[in-house]
């Protein structure tokens, strides 16, 4: 087992990798920017050190610092959380060569999933089903693209290959519209990932974004979890998540959750990871991504089944078997996660950083809240928005929600805007309790676009 782990994180995951290690024995350095030496995550470790300035590229981004701060501290494993290095080939490979534990899969299937056209391709070959669209990256100047829309039907949907955080994307109505927006998705992934590339596929009409949590173990066993509805978005990004999904019945849980397993088996997957797919309104199920670390909304998953994730992940990287099979799962409840991010709602979610005055979180039966900041912090402008995460766990959908809108009216946030009141607003929605939510559920019923 570890005996060190250094996070290379900051913010709600690493106060949350903390934990985990803490309850495993397990020292934890916490790494931070110049900007973040009042941050949680720093106090709560049992070792800290700073690996550069506020810039993300010269701090939690910076590699070297980072491995000169495993080797200073004697780190024998090293946590990227999520965002950041989580899915960086090349830090997984220098850790390797450093000889310092990744706690993640290994650095080939962070590969073959990093490049969605790659993975897509690699689906096929595993039977696992796939939005139709491009075989590779499109060009606004081939001819051929304008004919593959028309065959694949409007609307289509131009993505990123590299892409994340919703970046990137450009859903297209019309043959007019093809062409130029294709290179406007290819500017903002030049600009968000250094990749131009983009690929082409059907867009989904009315779908539900539905998440499968796997876990994987070094002598290739895969198990999946119950799945993880995360329909309500802004902007393609997720802002409320639950499990299990009101929306899918038992034997589509089943096909999904098994075809998830095909797609971890097949980049032979170790620790955990999400496999994400589309449905749409028929039930039809369409793989789109896999994301090889442990994910912002993995406590609603760790809420209903019982299992603690981010110690999973830590045992199975350390070379522990799993211990447990996908049938041995039982579904304990509902639970839901909503995400308050430091943004204003009211001006298309526009950041909010910025000095925390009076907090108050919420707490009580059913009640997590996982969260870095505190009455005072000042929240930097460099990283993203995301400041707590409230998950209510209730025996029912209906007892989650109530338990969720009790905790959200307890909630005080003094000196920022934060999503708080638009979540209150969505638990209120008549729509959202009837449970068939896509993800135009936010123009469409609480912006009335
Ligand atoms: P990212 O990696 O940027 O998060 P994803 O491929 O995971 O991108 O997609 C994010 C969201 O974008 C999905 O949850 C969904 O709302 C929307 N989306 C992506 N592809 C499609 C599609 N083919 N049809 C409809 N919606 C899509």
Redesign the pocket.
């Known amino acids: 087992m570890f005996k060190k782990i250094l996070i290379a994180n900051r913010g709600e995951i690493a106060c949350r990798v903390v934990r985990a290690a803490r309850e495993l024995g397990i020292q934890t350095v916490a790494i931070h920017s110049e900007a973040d030496k009042e941050s949680m995550h720093v106090k709560l470790a049992d070792e800290s050190i700073c690996v550069g300035p506020a810039s993300a590229s010269e701090s939690y981004l910076n590699i070297p610092s980072i491995i000169s701060a495993a080797e200073i501290t004697g780190a024998d494993a090293i946590h990227p959380g999520y965002g950041f290095l989580a899915e960086n080939t090349y830090f997984a490979e220098v850790c390797e060569s450093c000889g310092i534990s990744f706690i993640g899969p290994k650095r080939s299937s962070i590969e073959k999933m990093g490049d969605?056209i790659a993975a897509r391709q690699l689906m096929i070959k595993s039977k696992v089903p796939v939005?139709p669209?491009s075989e590779g990256p499109v060009s606004a100047d081939d001819p051929e693209i304008f004919k593959l829309a028309q065959k694949i039907g409007y609307p289509v949907?131009v993505?990123?290959t590299a892409?994340?955080?919703?970046?990137?994307?450009r859903?297209v109505v019309s043959e007019e519209a093809l062409k130029n927006s294709i290179i406007m998705a290819q500017t903002e992934a030049k600009a968000a990932f250094g990749n131009p590339d983009v690929y082409m596929?059907?867009?989904?009409?009315e779908?539900h974004?539905i998440e499968f949590q796997i876990l994987g173990d070094c002598k290739g066993k895969v198990v999946y979890l119950p799945e993880r509805d995360?329909?309500i978005?802004r902007r393609?990004?997720?802002l409320v998540e639950e499990s299990p999904s009101p929306f899918i019945n038992d034997s589509l849980r089943k096909k999904m959750g098994k075809a998830a397993q095909s797609a971890a088996a097949a980049v032979g997957y170790i620790t955990v990871g999400t496999v994400?797919f589309?449905v749409d309104k028929h039930l039809n199920f369409?793989f789109?991504?896999m994301?090889t670390r442990i994910q912002v909304e993995h406590p609603v998953t760790e809420t209903i089944t019982g299992i603690d994730l981010v110690k999973e992940q830590i045992l199975l990287a350390a070379g522990e078997r799993l211990s447990f099979d996908s049938s041995d799962i039982k579904i304990n409840g509902h639970a839901i996660e909503c995400r308050i991010n430091a943004e204003d709602p009211d001006k298309d979610f526009i950041p909010s950083p910025g000095k925390i005055g009076h907090l108050y979180l919420p707490g009580g039966p059913g009640i997590r809240v996982d969260t870095h900041v505190y009455s005072g912090y000042t929240i930097p402008p460099f990283y993203d928005s995301l400041i707590a995460k409230i998950i209510a766990h209730g025996a029912t959908r209906e007892e989650a929600i109530t338990r969720m809108s009790r905790a959200l009216k307890e909630t005080q946030i003094e000196g920022i805007k934060n999503t708080a009141t638009l979540h209150a607003k969505i638990m209120e929605n008549e729509f959202f309790h009837k449970g068939n939510v896509c993800?135009d559920f936010l123009p469409k019923y609480i912006f009335g676009k």
């Open positions: 969605k939005v669209g949907i993505k990123a892409g994340g955080g919703g970046k990137g994307m859903i596929e059907k867009y989904i009409e779908p974004h995360c329909s978005q393609h990004q997720k994400e589309l369409y789109m991504e994301n993800t």
